[in-house]
C-alpha cells in the first residue's frame, strides 16, 4: 500500500518488458534502491518479474528499480515515490 504505517510490509515488483518491435523475455537482475537506504539484487523469474518486500519508518522515500541488462536488452531505470 502507498501511503503505508510506519513499520508495515509493503511489496515492490519490477516487470520488464521488451519495447515493440521487440520479443521475448528479459533475463538478469533488478537493482532496487531507496533514498536514504540501502539497495538489493533481484534475480527476475521466468516472467520478467523482480519482487522486493519491506517496511519503513515515517516519512517519503524516493524507491529506483534499474534492470541491469542482458545479452539481448539494454539497462533502463524508473522510480517512484512511498510515503
Known sequence: PN???S???FTVTAV???LA???GVPTGTV???LSGG???EVPLDATGKATVRGSLTAGQYTGTATYNG???FTRSSDSTTHT
Open 38 to 40: 540501502g539497495s538489493i
Open 7 to 9: 513499520g508495515q510490509t
Open 16 to 18: 520488464v518488458t521488451p
Open 3 to 5: 501511503p503505508s504505517v
Open 70 to 72: 542482458d545479452v539481448n
Open 31 to 33: 537493482t532496487f534502491a
Open 21 to 23: 518491435p521487440g520479443a
